[in-house]
């Protein structure tokens, strides 16, 4: 009997021993994932706005330890804290989606927690950091109307603050930034809320408001970087409204402090600007040329130059001196907004040399007739659009109306120069007179319908005998209607009786289309008959339409099979079938035109267009000032191979241009591409494949 009570009394110790020892491991895991959290919690608030110095070791400890209470003691009292230990520390180590998923754990499952309001704001904020904002905006917009502490109610205007203010809602933000600033926050929280404020009002272009809140700025005991700020842009706030010598004097209290002086040639710079407002232009001269004499930065001295170009440009009506500050901008800092500026500015006062007055005498040909005008019009859309020059401008274009009354381009000439006097003199009466002249002397033109428009004659009796009416007349036949002989004799209109409209080579191709489609003799006339507009109209949209369709209409080759009926080269079905055999390719390759040539891969693989669009070109194509003469546009195309990720790892530019520097910059754009690697087919993933570059003049060269 001893004996069986004595075990009966070990096993009772032993289990309860057991337990005791599993509380503890329990205990003790949570105990330190609460130290280590504490800890870096602290070292967190230690600095302004809980910004700044995170130890995200500590808080990867309390994750791991919590993590342990979370798997293991499930039905712990205190798995809520441990929820809540998990969010917050997912949250400063940038682990959002799983801080997020935390958080609303425990507030479905602990509505009650102690830990909820603070849940909230995390919830929001890590919502916020996954860019999900509008739920995020909701949550944070009832803390900062709801009962939670003031720091949570100031953490959520601060948030809702920048939303709206990023969504340029300035006054709506405004709301929260003057909450912090009157009721919530602390003294930096107060100032930083002010300087939003003022910001608001300065990029609202409210400037009165804005110079009196940067002022009320100085007030509150600002930090060196905040009396910058608002003194600067109170300056700024200041020129707006004219008050160019408050404006400069808060310019000098920053010139005048020591503590400024690592930003004294901007606040120079600015000076300088000042002086400019008030029209003291030596004044302002004086300084940029200090600043760019003395300046080692290179991008603060390439705004110096370019403020002197802009002076001997604009104030002083010297080109050549422009020019020179503008090519010293460029070389001090090419690739910025100035000196980009500063390139076009200089290449288009480097043209004037270019469009000098052509002498021409009786014997000239039309051709060169056509191309002096060109030239000619060139000059004084430069001086119009581009120098700023209105009066150089009108006596150049009216040089094009008298003296080039032949040329293509003499009616276009009258027509801006109608214009011109329209909207720069102001005189409508010789604006009338001018587009009368058009209708007159050029009836048959291309801007007919421009000088109709000014003249309110549109869809009147006037209205007809130019090339764009018969289109349009032949449009309507062919599409609204399928009157194929009705569409086929107004395009026949138009090529019989305006070889110089702009409109002709539309009409010719849409003649061999026509026959294609619905006349065709069976033979190969179709195709010589594309093969010869290509030949008369190189370069131009329709010519490229036309080498797509030889693609499909090209004699069929002994060593080949016969083509599927098809009405785009770039097909799959045409790519498939140009390499069914790719022996019979290679020996048939000097019948190869250009554009089926680009459908076979470097290793005589058919390939086939890229399917997509690029998701990103790092390197935007820009239309090279080299290239401006020229004026071509069109389509390049070239052969891309992508790696894993999308990029582009190699190409071959397959159909050029004749501008050399178009080619190296769509070049560079298409190697700059990354693509989606999830949207492209299997079949064509790891192959190369063709990409159509579409290459279009700016907008101020049309």
Not at 17 to 46: D, H, I, Q
Not at 79 to 95: H, I, N, P, R, W
Not at 508 to 524: A, M, V
Not at 553 to 564: F, H, Y
Request: overall charge negative; aromatic content about 14%.
């Amino acid at each position: 009997m001893f004996f069986r009570k004595y075990r009966t009394f070990i096993l009772i110790i032993l289990a309860l021993s057991l337990t005791s020892l599993g509380g503890c491991v329990y205990w003790n895991t949570f105990y330190n994932a609460k130290k280590a959290f504490n800890e870096a919690e602290k070292s967190r608030r230690a600095s302004a706005f809980g910004r700044g110095r995170i130890n995200t070791g500590l808080y990867e400890t309390a994750i791991e330890k919590s993590l342990k209470v979370i798997e293991n003691y499930p039905n712990s009292k205190y798995y809520d804290d441990a929820l809540f230990v998990l969010g917050v520390s997912y949250f400063y180590t940038e682990k959002y989606i799983s801080s997020e998923r935390r958080m609303r754990e425990l507030l479905a499952n602990y509505p009650d927690s102690k830990f909820g309001k603070e849940a909230e704001l995390y919830l929001a904020k890590s919502k916020l950091a996954l860019r999900d904002e509008k739920p995020a905006m909701e949550i944070f917009e009832k803390i900062f109307r709801s009962d939670f502490k003031r720091e949570y109610k100031v953490e959520a205007a601060i948030a809702l603050g920048n939303y709206h203010f990023d969504e340029r809602d300035y006054e709506r933000s405004r709301q929260y930034f003057q909450a912090i600033r009157d009721s919530l926050g602390s003294d930096s929280e107060k100032k930083m809320g002010q300087l939003m404020i003022a910001d608001g009002y300065y990029n609202d272009f409210d400037s009165r408001a804005a110079l009196g809140a940067y002022l009320q700025v100085l007030g509150m005991k600002p930090e060196p970087d905040e009396k910058y700020h608002s003194l600067y842009y109170a300056a700024q706030a200041a020129f707006r409204l004219m008050r160019i010598s408050d404006g400069l004097d808060y310019l000098q209290t920053l010139a005048t402090d020591e503590t400024y002086f690592d930003s004294l040639a901007v606040i120079r710079l600015q000076i300088a600007a000042g002086y400019e407002y008030a029209e003291d232009i030596a004044q302002a001269e004086q300084i940029y040329s200090e600043v760019l004499e003395q300046e080692e930065k290179k991008q603060i001295a390439a705004e110096a130059a370019y403020r002197l170009g802009l002076i001997h440009q604009f104030d002083y009506d010297d080109l050549p001196k422009a020019k020179e500050f503008y090519d010293q901008t460029v070389k001090l800092d090419r690739n910025s907004v100035v000196g980009l500026d500063a390139l076009q500015r200089s290449s288009d006062i480097g043209k004037i040399k270019t469009y000098a007055r052509a002498a021409l005498d009786s014997t000239a040909s039309q051709e060169v007739i056509d191309e002096a005008a060109i030239t000619q019009y060139q000059l004084a859309e430069l001086y119009w659009f581009s120098l700023n020059k209105p009066d150089s401008a009108m006596i150049e274009m009216q040089y094009v109306v008298d003296s080039f009354p032949s040329s293509t381009i003499a009616p276009k000439a009258m027509v801006a120069l109608a214009q011109m006097y329209r909207d720069n003199l102001g005189d409508s009466t010789k604006a009338r007179e001018l587009f009368e002249r058009v209708l007159e002397r050029y009836p048959r033109s291309d801007y007919v319908p421009q000088a109709l428009e000014a003249l309110e004659l549109k869809d009147t009796p006037a209205d007809t005998g130019y090339a764009q009416i018969y289109l349009d007349k032949a449009e309507k036949f062919l599409v609204d209607q399928e009157n194929i002989d009705s569409a086929r004799f107004y395009y026949r209109v138009i090529a019989d009786n305006f070889p110089r409209s702009k409109y002709y080579p539309q009409a010719k191709f849409s003649l061999i289309w026509l026959q294609e489609q619905y006349n065709s003799p069976g033979d190969s006339s179709v195709y010589w008959a594309y093969t010869e507009f290509v030949d008369s109209f190189p370069g131009t949209d329709w010519a490229l339409e036309a080498e797509n369709r030889l693609a499909v209409n090209r004699p069929q080759s002994k060593a080949r099979q016969p083509r599927p009926d098809t009405t785009d080269v770039r097909d799959e079905r045409i790519t498939d079938d140009l390499a069914a055999d790719t022996g019979a390719v290679q020996e048939d390759e000097q019948a190869l035109t250009p554009i089926e040539a680009v459908y076979i891969g470097p290793n005589g693989e058919p390939i086939k267009n890229a399917p997509i669009e690029p998701v990103e070109i790092r390197e935007e194509f820009i239309y090279p000032v080299e290239a401006y003469r020229l004026g071509w546009e069109g389509d390049l195309y070239f052969q891309i191979f992508l790696d894993f990720s999308g990029e582009v790892t190699d190409y071959i530019l397959k159909i050029r241009c004749e501008s050399e520097e178009i080619n190296r910059e769509a070049s560079e754009a298409v190697a700059s591409m990354i693509f989606d690697p999830m949207r492209i087919p299997q079949e064509q993933q790891d192959s190369w494949m063709v990409y159509r570059f579409q290459v279009r003049k700016p907008e101020h060269l049309r």
